[in-house]
């Protein structure tokens, strides 16, 4: 639901009222479900575009949810008396009554509001601390939550919480709270996303009646279910999972191969191997399911750079991807403290500045067209983007 004002101001609802996206003065603003507010422009002056965010404070994000909330009360005066004009953008009933009621919740979705929200969603949801870039807009059920491993140097989404498979009736109380917190908001969602990190390490046994709850609560959403798998327990299920599951809905399984030099794996603290990657792939593509390959570019510094970049290329051209497979370039800013950081240190390897990164991505964007079959979309994935 969006509330048009010209061309200067622009405010995004979902259906249950909830502010989502605003635009004004140049800026974008994206509104998360754990309240964060994300103020967003880019400099597009350098040699790769900077990209600026930051989160706003907790009274610029109270101003801001305001400012929507009182526009949407505007909006819904002038619907009233006729004075707006009302568009759907994909085909709807032309019910006023049903634009009347999203609007007079967008009206009351004030400040106040919002945090009432954002404690509401806090109780149904551990972090959802990343999704691939296609699956923004999914609706998370947290079938598991945090990593089974945990372990990666590189990466710290779930070291806030120990892993745990979450038992059917846990599920079932999770899937009950997430329609009662969404309500109307659902038709914002597309699909599933099984979360967290590795969903699909469960046994079939364990897994197969867990997708069929889902797919019972959630049916409209179950068209196209995709969840991330971990290749170093992923490459001990066969073409026969992976068949199982899409037969419940599995559309897409994405994973993280990272690199294709087993040294830069070592390195990184990730147990898996180029060669298991591309057995996963394979495998999963056999069952008729998609996938989605997230590499990443900067890792491992100078010291790594030429190795990395060759066989990583080398093991996306022997995972036979093509239509409706994906890849993802995921540009790794060094932190300055922490596992990755005090290895690096250990060996001597400095990290990569902005501009050296961003050359790193474009050198595997570029070699990965020529190395992957017709139809496999090739994009950046810019993580610090991601909100749910
Ligand atoms: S397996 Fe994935 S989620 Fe787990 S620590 Fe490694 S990169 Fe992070």
């Given at each position: 639901m969006t509330r048009f004002d010209g061309a200067e101001e622009t405010y995004a609802f979902d259906h249950a009222g909830r502010f989502f996206t605003a635009w004004r003065e140049n800026r974008l603003y994206r509104r998360a479900l754990d309240g964060r507010v994300m103020e967003k422009h880019t400099d597009r002056r350098g040699r790769h575009p900077v990209k600026h965010r930051r989160f706003l404070d907790a009274g610029e994000r109270s101003a801001l949810v305001n400012d929507a909330a009182a526009a949407a009360r505007v909006t819904l005066r002038a619907l009233r008396d006729g004075t707006a004009e009302l568009l759907w953008?994909?085909?709807?009933?032309?019910d006023r009554s049903r634009a009347d009621r999203m609007v007079a919740a967008a009206a009351g979705f004030d400040a106040e509001a919002a945090e009432a929200d954002r404690q509401q969603f806090e109780a149904v949801y551990t972090p959802v601390s990343i999704l691939p870039p296609d699956r923004y807009l999914a609706l998370v059920v947290q079938i598991t939550e945090g990593c089974h491993w945990n372990r990666c140097t590189f990466c710290s989404f779930y070291r806030d919480r120990p892993f745990r498979v979450k038992p059917v009736a846990d599920l079932t109380a999770h899937l009950e709270a997430i329609m009662a917190f969404f309500g109307e908001g659902l038709t914002l969602r597309r699909g599933v996303f099984l979360g967290?990190?590795?969903?699909?390490?469960?046994p079939a046994a364990d897994l197969g009646p867990r997708l069929d709850l889902v797919t019972r609560c959630l049916p409209e959403h179950t068209q196209d279910v995709s969840a991330f798998i971990d290749v170093f327990t992923g490459h001990h299920k066969g073409a026969a999972d992976f068949e199982a599951l899409r037969a419940r809905g599995l559309r897409r399984i994405y994973m993280g191969v990272e690199t294709g030099d087993d040294g830069l794996l070592a390195f990184l603290n990730k147990p898996q191997t180029a060669a298991e990657a591309a057995e996963l792939v394979r495998s999963v593509k056999a069952a008729g399911l998609a996938v989605g390959v997230i590499a990443m570019a900067g890792i491992g510094g100078r010291a790594y750079w030429r190795r990395h970049v060759e066989a990583t290329l080398d093991v996306l051209g022997r995972?036979?991807?093509?239509?409706?497979d994906l890849v993802y370039v995921s540009a790794f800013t060094a932190p300055a403290n922490g596992p990755y950081a005090e290895r690096a240190r250990a060996e001597g390897i400095a990290p990569l500045d902005h501009d050296a990164v961003g050359d790193q991505v474009e050198e595997l964007l570029r070699g990965a067209a020529a190395v992957v079959g017709l139809g496999t979309r090739i994009a950046p994935y810019d993580i610090e983007e991601f909100l749910y």
């Open positions: 953008a994909r085909p709807e009933p032309s967290d990190a590795n969903a699909l390490l469960l995972m036979a991807l093509g239509t409706g």
